[in-house]
């Protein structure tokens, strides 16, 4: 019998990106945007467009760039919020709307301060401005999971009449137990009399660690669209985990009656990606893409896998994208060698000026090491894609950090400001922090910085140090990356970079706000 299929729905740019500091820029939508669609996921919830002009052009960007993923944008169920929803996504190849209305007793009397039948109007507005632009509309009741199931089945059976699509339960305070929650889905396609109308989603939130266990109890009751992220990145204790669903479901075929489509060996550099984005770094023992998933440490695991894989794996590491570090290119690799390995990786540079400039960013780092690998070319075009598309204000030209037992260590650099030479030098209580305050000698911003973390690309010590730092400002929050086999080189690019989004005049507020 031919199994179902379960579609799997991000949204690590629209819910991901509500965790405090987790905020992206339109290019950082579209690397992530096209690593999504290189996996296969099935629909790409890309923004909130109504949330800013910001994020209304990266929504927009992706829907672009996307064909063969829905695009998908979220909006309240105002008209305001719909249409700038519909506009965002009309270039898309599919694009769908996504609205949503609070239906627990608690969101309604409190925070819409409205009367139930009220919300129904509305919703039913919403979806009707909704089909103005597409025939592919999602409606969430906010906060399912503490509703009263007949207010639940009375508002999805009229959102269904005006024309939804696709129904997804949220359990938006991460309230529900597994059997509680497969048992509301199960009611709510029995007592819904158009239930067979729609696809069932699922939403579910991490606060008592239960989001993809509720996510998979209510697929065994009848979902067959999931809504996660990759990491599990999302408001507070974040949204159930991608891979996490994806694995589960894949490794026990025997329990579910569905599957997805998605390239499971794209997970490990999804994971990656959206952790550089935006700093949040991956716990080693998490699930899957922690550094530790496949790791065996003591000697009966290790003796038994020597003897046979399954004894202790019930999953390969390389099916979910691990060791797929393959030396690609070395110093002597000419340009097309380049070209090619990027093409195969999904990355089109168009212009043969951006070219050049990736390709001799890619001499340059082949000059320092030996073995390139798809990571290190990743990085490689991130980096130029920043400099592409932010206009940058302040540059790195170049600098000198020293550090040596028993003397203060300090920083010397030369940076540009708005294309002006400046020098700057400073001590500090180590080469990263000199280099932070000798930049701050010519920035002078004030910002504040919240976060500094670095990671290491591949592996070896000759490897790149990929840096986050995150900065506050005036209540703002961005991302720096800068990558480098000199971490204290790296985090000068990573402060700089981090500089130069606070001084972007494109207006990007979290959606929270
Ligand atoms: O958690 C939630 O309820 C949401 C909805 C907007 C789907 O994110
Ligand atoms: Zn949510």
Same mark, same amino acid.
């Given at each position: 019998?031919?199994?179902? !299929? ?20 339109? @290019?950082?939508? *579209? ?47 105002? @008209? ?26 608690? !969101? ?11 919300? *129904? ?35 999805? @059976? ?16 991460? %309230? ?45 009751? #009848? ?38 489509? *998605? ?12 952790? #550089? ?10 699930? *899957?893409? #922690? ?94 894609? !920043? ?14 950090? !020293?550090?040596?037992? #028993? ?44 976060? %500094? ?12 140090? @990929? ?47």
């Amino acid at each position: 019998m031919a199994r179902e !299929h379960l579609i799997i729905f991000d949204t690590t740019m629209r819910d991901g990106e509500q965790s405090p500091g987790a905020s992206m820029t339109k @290019e950082e939508k *579209i690397r992530i945007g096209r690593q999504l669609e290189r996996m296969r996921v099935d629909v790409i919830e890309a923004g909130f467009p109504a949330a800013s002009d910001g994020d209304f052009a990266a929504v927009q960007a992706v829907a672009r760039t996307v064909k063969d993923s829905t695009v998908c944008g979220l909006a309240r169920a105002n @008209e305001n919020d719909v249409r700038r929803c519909g506009e965002a996504v009309r270039g898309a190849a599919s694009p769908r709307v996504h609205t949503f209305i609070a239906t627990s007793p608690i !969101h309604m009397e409190k925070k819409l301060r409205m009367e139930p039948s009220q919300v *129904i109007d509305q919703a039913v507005r919403a979806v009707k401005w909704a089909r103005e632009y597409t025939d592919n509309v999602e409606f969430s009741p906010e906060d399912a999971g503490r509703s009263d199931i007949d207010f639940l089945c009375r508002i999805i @059976e009229q959102v269904i009449k005006a024309g939804a699509t696709t129904i997804n339960v949220p359990d938006t305070v991460g %309230y529900t137990l597994p059997e509680a929650f497969g048992g509301l889905i199960r009611t709510l396609r029995e007592r819904v009399p158009n239930s067979d109308k729609v696809i069932w989603s699922v939403h579910c939130h991490n606060d008592l660690g239960l989001a993809v266990a509720n996510s998979l109890s209510a697929v065994l009751n #009848g979902a067959r669209q999931v809504e996660c992220t990759i990491n599990g990145l999302g408001e507070r204790a974040g949204n159930a985990a991608l891979e996490e669903i994806v694995m589960a479901v894949r490794t026990r075929q025997d329990m579910f009656p569905c599957e997805t489509r *998605i390239d499971t060996t794209q997970i490990v550099p999804a994971s990656r990606l959206v952790s #550089g984005v935006t700093g949040f770094p991956v716990q080693p023992n998490k699930a *899957i893409v #922690g550094a530790n998933a496949f790791a065996h440490e003591s000697g009966i695991h290790q003796d038994g896998v020597l003897k046979s894989r399954d004894t202790y794996e019930i999953m390969r590491a390389q099916d979910v994208g691990w060791n797929a570090n393959k030396l690609v290119l070395g110093k002597l690799s000419g340009r097309n060698a380049f070209k090619t390995r990027l093409s195969e990786l999904g990355i089109v540079i168009e212009s043969e000026e951006a070219l050049n400039a990736a390709f001799k960013r890619f001499k340059d780092l082949a000059d320092k090491k030996h073995e390139i690998f798809d990571e290190d070319l990743q990085a490689i075009i991130s980096e130029s894609e !920043h400099d592409e598309v932010i206009n940058e204000h302040f540059r790195l030209v170049s600098l000198l950090a !020293h550090s040596e037992t #028993g003397v203060l260590p300090f920083a010397r650099l030369v940076m540009t400001d708005a294309g002006r030479e400046m020098r700057a030098e400073s001590a500090g209580s180590g080469p990263v922090d000199a280099s932070f305050k000798a930049i701050e000698n010519v920035a002078k911003s004030g910002a504040e910085l919240l976060l %500094y973390s670095v990671n290491s690309i591949t592996t070896g010590t000759d490897a790149q140090g @990929e840096v986050t730092v995150r900065l506050s400002k005036g209540g703002r929050i961005v991302n720096g990356q800068g990558a480098d086999t000199d971490i204290v080189v790296a985090s000068a690019k990573a402060y700089i970079d981090a500089l130069n989004k606070l001084q972007s005049k494109l207006e990007r507020v979290n959606p929270q706000v």
